[in-house]
């Protein structure tokens, strides 16, 4: 439709509101409380426009432009007289108890009030009296309060407690008195609270480590990245500052995490910083140590060039690094590096996602789908994003049933969250655990894994009658799968979500034979499978054998060289079957940036760059491949990417020893030529030599300070800036100064938006994609295969519980279950304590109550004593244990072990 703003014409999409279609088509307009993720409620008052009734109404009605809905002719005023004195005087009330701290507030120079009162012209304050004053509560490690910075725009306890559904955080008094914050002083609650640091426009809510290391953030070397923490791939921005990572913050991504991150993403940064990092070359059982890396080469060289050269990969290694070690070592000598049990289940993932019967959703889709069946999957814990985007799809189906009934756009948040009152969308959970997601679900069910499949299944057999034989499922189970399946059946947009911590392939394949049997003519049906790792797909995608046939390679008398990339082999694996491996290899070189049991065992430690000092692409749960770039420059260290270590060897292997420079793009441009399956990888972005008209994309902003002084102590003359040789972008404030394409936007900013709501700037529209299209590049595509009817028959046994035997089950936690993220201290104090955790049956059964000590024994192999934690709504027969955090083994996940007391 066409609309016309001050005289000028404007095509604007219907539906949106006046304050969206503005600022689509470029436009300036001051807002506080309006967010594109969460709607309208004309709460700040911030945003008047004049809109008039035609083209000769010369008077006009003052409204609030995120109230108003587009309409085709409308006519409206940004730059009217009245509707710009009425901004200028809201920001004045706003400003009159408001503290004049800008030079030491957290928010300084990113802040959207100083945008605002900038844009409206607002430069004097009449206000002579008292000001207002809070106290400030403690709000725990990872988030800063300092509410004498509110303008009770509200956009906190919206985001927190209505998108987020956290519940410890809310509005309380009213009129001037308005306080935002806890009950009482305590940590919050949500997993999602960081990004109330992102949402607030002002500095109430800071992020409390980046005060630890403050630095303005225009003085941050910033690059895009993506999150190494889980499968699911948030985009983020890297933020350097005096050879550290200071902090994280989101990178929009239309098709991923939008405008938030979960905690552990954003706040789990801290292991690159870490005092565990491995910073230099170790060489052990050799008197003296390689000072030069001439001498390192020397003593590589007879190490690489025995006749059997073993690969172990790593699921959080870049493709790059992958491949590199497969070019080294050969394709039929490169391993997983994880179980045969984990392998299993990542080539089903695979194998249903590249079928043809069924899309692999993102987490946009996931946003949007109107029903959601998750079988399996604890996604609270192993996929946070992922959870949250389900959040949505439950409130959001809800509004948008209840504004059908009624013409209220959608937009209208308070409107339709009145009309929607308690109702929701479908979502079914079927789990082994509890989870907070079972407070929207319409049905939520837990059971053992076997069990849950043979539910999903029965859910298969009613959607699709004749395929299963369902006289072998309960009455019980019967009606249950017939109210799950007819409530998908109607669903346009279902989405159906599982993954591999159930150590239990009948689950993926029970829930694959649901979104097969949904995805009929007319309706798509989306399939996620969340995985363990940051790159699990991807490596996966690599199609090597699982760790355990690295064993049968070894020769019974050793003669081989392992290479073990950026992966502690005792988390993934049993640790007697790691110890027998490395006890038969002859040498072991180990490539990783933090020192961990594996690393221990090293005969040559080669020190890995992480995430924050190369270059690389991982490929997320989706299957989409995306890019990370380099952010803190390494020049003085001997700190290197894995793969340039690894093209290091193979010259060496191959008595090269000149070889050429090796670039990232090239190790992805053979990897899609040797290996089909990664097609259009190269994509992802462009070579190393890309610019702009002859300009590279600059990584700091162009008020970057300090350039001089900030190695004043070694050299009053400014240091030659480092030269990045593998990407587009530079280490430097000069060069292209527009929008640089999706995938290389290193910071947001635009003139007159400091703040992280200059992101509009960047996207076709509010809430839509990026110019240019969101980054990343899809490998599993959606083409319908031949003989594409797979379909899984064999139903599972139901689970019997046994006298002696539990099964082991990993136990996730949102903040605790990271290898990397647990070096963040903020993070590291809000992580669980490990426990061995059962029903309350089968604490009975074992004569224990919580706190006891329990021996877990599984086939000899003794894993150790833990601590009881007894849960209510636990499954009998099954022993959960803490997985994924620092410090803690591998164990046979999905198989049946002995739990003994500990006297």
Known sequence: MVIHIDNKEYNIKSGKNLLEACLSVGLDLPYFCWHPAMGSVGACRQCAVKVYKDENDTKGRLVMSCMEGVKDGLYLSIEDKTAKEFREQVIEWLMTNHPHDCPVCDEGGACHLQDMTVMTGHDYRRFKYKKRTYTNQYLGPLIHHEMNRCIQCYRCVRYYRDYAGGDDLNVFAAHNHVYFGREKDGVLQSPFSGNLSEVCPTGVFTDKTLKEHYTRKWDLTMSPSVCNHCSVGCNTIAAERYGELRCILNRYNGDVNGYFLCDRGRFGYEFVNSENRIKRVIIRNRAGEASTEEELMQHLQPLVSMSKIIGIGSPRASLESNFALMQLVGKQNFYQGISEDEAHLNRVCIDVLQSGSVHSASLKEIEQADAVLVVGEDIWNTAPMMALAVRQAVVKTAGAEASQHVQIPVWLDSAIKELAQEDKGFLAVLNVSASPLDELATHAWHATPDDLSRAAFAIAAYLQPGKLQADNFSEELTNQAKAIGEALKQAKNPVIITGVSSYNDNVI???????????????????????????????????????????????????????????????????????????????????????????????????????????????????????????????????????????????????????????????????????????????????????????????????????????????????????????????????????????????????????????????????????????????????????????????????????????????????????????????????????????????????????????????????????????????????????????????????????????
């Open 509 to 903: 394949k029970a829930a694959f034979d649901i979104a097969a049997s949904l995805n009929t003519a007319g309706r798509k049906t989306g399939m996620a499978c969340v995985m363990t790792e940051c790159n699990s797909m991807g490596l996966a995608l690599m199609d090597a054998p699982a760790f355990n046939h690295a064993m049968d390679s070894v020769r019974p008398n050793g003669h081989a060289t392992a290479v073990i990339l950026e992966n502690d082999l005792y988390r993934h694996l049993t640790p007697n079957l790691v110890d027998n491996f490395l006890n038969k290899c002859d040498h072991i070189i180990v490539l990783d940036s933090l020192h961990n049991s594996t690393t221990e065992k090293a005969s040559v430690l080669l020190p890995a760059a992480t995430f924050a000092e190369g270059d690389g692409t991982l490929v997320n749960n989706e299957g989409r491949a995306q890019r990370f770039f380099q952010v803190i420059p390494n020049a003085d260290t001997q700190v290197k990417e894995s793969w340039q270590w690894l093209w290091k060897m193979q010259m060496l292997r191959s008595q090269k020893v000149n070889g050429h420079v090796l670039h990232p793009d090239e190790l992805l441009q053979k990897m899609e030529t040797d290996m089909p399956q990664f097609k259009g990888i190269t994509s992802v972005s462009p070579g190393h030599d890309y610019t702009i008209h002859g300009e590279r994309i600059p990584r700091e902003p162009h008020r970057y300070s300090g350039r001089t002084a900030i190695q004043a102590n070694k050299n009053v003359s400014e240091p030659k800036p480092f030269y990045d040789g593998d990407s587009p972008l530079s280490f430097t404030m000069e060069g292209f100064k527009g929008v640089p394409p999706s995938w290389a936007v290193p910071f947001f900013w635009a003139p007159g938006w400091n703040s992280v709501q200059s992101v509009a700037k960047y996207q076709d529209e509010p809430n839509g994609s990026l110019k240019g299209g969101n980054p990343g590049v899809r490998l599993l595509q959606d083409k319908k295969k031949e003989n594409a009817d797979l379909f899984f028959k064999d139903v599972p046994e139901q689970f019997v519980i046994t006298k002696d035997k539990w099964l082991l089950l990993p136990k996730f936690h949102v903040l605790g279950s990271g290898e990397l993220s647990g070096y963040t201290k903020a993070l590291e104090v809000l992580s669980p304590e490990l426990f061995a955790i059962i029903s309350p049956k089968s604490a009975e059964a074992l004569n224990v109550k919580e706190g006891d000590m329990l021996q877990l024994t599984d086939a000899g192999i003794a894993y150790g004593s833990l601590p009881v934690k007894v849960l209510d709504n636990m499954c009998d027969g099954v022993v959960f244990v803490n997985a994924g955090s620092r410090g803690t083994v591998g164990m046979n996940w999905g198989t049946r072990i002995n739990l003994a007391k500990v006297n």
